[in-house]
């Protein structure tokens, strides 16, 4: 028996029978949603970070002291529980075109939110530069009770490190070792760096594969090397933010978590939104699976996966967080679901 920390981790890896089904492929999926602090895989990374400052002396159990994060919402909400449950106080700021849910849900839970602007990375209020400096600003000022933590998910190693002894290690056991495929989405880049390096060191013939939202760079980087795609004209190469209505996946900069894990990605497989809206709906028809944009996002990107290998394959996938998250905006968008003549799968990947 533990304390709230022993809900992370160990999250079920289910079949995805209606895609297995049709694909004749083995569709799993590792049901993320169910670490029990803040329902993502997110849990695994604020427990790691913070346990790792701890370690450092950067933070102290029950001192009130204030953690820092931007972030779009999911590491928010793990981090503002876990903060919770060790006398930390926390300060998120992400910006402000994100699902009304994440942000309320983070009041509930005490934490400070400061929704930001969209901007790019340069602008001194993206929502992780305002993070930095908010920390900063109060590690140096002597009107601040306690330590100012800036979190630092998207270059921080123990973000990879946590998939790296949690989610690849658990995987690999769950498949008894044997799989020939992980594709995931990537935000910060720490899940599919820190599967991908513990699973090719275990499996070196298994191929890993970035499922990537339209206008995200990540597909142009694994593709041709660079964020954008040279075929597109100049004016279109530099835009900050990924013209997409999925949320936690998809960015227009390297990150050092991606990087870290770059050389170990195959492949990557474009998804558009309307194609995640009806993964979306066809998850709850047919398996009674209600999830958000990005776990949506996955299972296109498995089932495109599962046409190039051909039958008889074992593709694993992470559902990432609840359809709960996203009432107001992805769901709402992607309509209520039964009384209507159900998709064939193929309707749901034409682009
Ligand atoms: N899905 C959701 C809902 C997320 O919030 C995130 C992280 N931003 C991801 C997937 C991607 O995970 P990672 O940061 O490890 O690449």
């Given amino acids: 028996m533990g304390g709230l920390e022993s809900c992370i981790g160990n999250t079920p890896l289910i079949r995805i029978n209606s895609l297995s089904k049709e694909t004749g492929c083995e569709i799993l999926a590792k049901a993320e949603f169910l670490n029990g602090c803040g329902g993502s895989p997110k849990d695994r990374v604020a427990l790691s970070i913070i346990e790792k400052a701890e370690k450092e002396g950067l933070l102290v159990p029950d001192s009130g002291d204030m953690v820092y994060e931007g972030t779009v919402g999911s590491t928010g909400i793990s981090l503002a529980t876990i903060c919770r449950a060790k006398g930390y106080k926390a300060h998120i700021c992400m910006p402000s075109d994100q699902a009304q849910e994440k942000s ?16 790019s990375i340069i602008d001194p209020m993206h929502f992780v530069n305002r993070a930095r400096s908010l920390a900063t600003e109060h ?5 601040k009770p306690g330590r100012g933590f800036f979190v630092d998910q998207f270059e921080s190693d123990a973000n ?13 056991e769950q498949c008894g070792g044997l799989l020939d495929a992980f594709v995931a989405g990537a935000g910060t880049g720490g899940t599919i760096t820190g599967v991908a390096k513990f699973l090719k060191s275990n499996l070196p013939k298994v191929k890993i594969v970035l499922a990537d939202p339209q206008g995200s760079g990540l597909f142009n980087r694994i593709k041709y090397g660079v964020m954008f795609d040279p075929r597109e004209k100049e004016g279109t190469r530099r835009r900050h933010q990924v013209d997409s209505i999925v949320e936690g996946i998809g960015i227009n900069r390297v990150t050092a978590n991606f990087e870290t894990g770059r050389h170990l990605v195959d492949d990557a497989i474009r ?26 996002v996955n299972c296109a990107a498995a089932v495109l996966l ?14 990432c967080d609840s359809g709960q998250r996203h009432l107001s905006k992805f769901w709402a968008m992607a309509g209520n679901v039964g009384g209507e003549t159900m998709l064939s799968l193929q309707t749901v990947l034409e682009p």
């Fill in 271 to 296: 998804v558009t939104d309307e194609m995640a809206l009806r993964m979306a709906r066809w998850l709850v028809e047919r398996d009674g699976i209600f999830v958000g944009s990005s776990s949506a």
């Fill in 139 to 143: 590690t140096s000022s002597s009107e």
């Fill in 104 to 119: 309320d849900l983070l009041l509930k839970l005490g934490a400070i939110v400061e929704r930001v602007p969209p901007a």
């Fill in 306 to 319: 599962a046409e190039q290998l051909g039958p008889g394959h074992r593709i694993v996938t992470i559902l």
């Fill in 160 to 172: 990879w490190r946590a998939h790296f002894e949690g989610t690849g290690p658990e995987i690999f």
